[in-house]
């Protein structure tokens, strides 16, 4: 049973970071790709980041630049590295472990960026 733990959320000023985790286990990590989820308070769940199993990444615009996302392969951790967070980073987290035919999901982790 795959199981995704993600962690790292918590309250920071705007123009702080956060470096958020995503704990696999139950299962090799390698040939998995991870994809980074938010949804703010009364919005629909956005796409963030993604990284292949290759390390291949992409960005949603509005984080390009700020995070950056990776993998640990020999942790079966992947990571999200937020800097220069903004109020309008403020959401819940959510990390998607994929591959053929696979997908799983953990819980979220909240992030809140406020004064």
């Known amino acids: 049973q795959v199981q995704v733990v993600e962690s790292g959320g918590d309250l920071v000023q705007p123009g702080g970071s956060l470096r958020l985790s995503c704990l696999v286990s139950?299962?090799?990590?390698?040939?998995?790709?991870m994809i980074w989820y938010r949804q703010a308070p009364g919005k629909q769940r956005e796409w963030v980041a993604s990284i292949t199993p290759s390390g291949t990444t992409n960005y949603k615009n509005s984080v390009e630049g700020r995070f950056t996302v990776s993998t640990d392969n020999t942790k079966n951790t992947g990571y999200l590295q937020m800097d220069s967070l903004e109020p309008e980073d403020t959401a819940l987290y959510s990390c998607?472990?994929?591959?053929?035919?696979?997908?799983?999901w953990g819980r979220g982790t909240q992030v809140t960026v406020s004064a």
């Open positions: 139950g299962s090799g990590f390698s040939g998995y790709g």
């Open positions: 998607n472990v994929v591959a053929p035919g696979q997908s799983y």
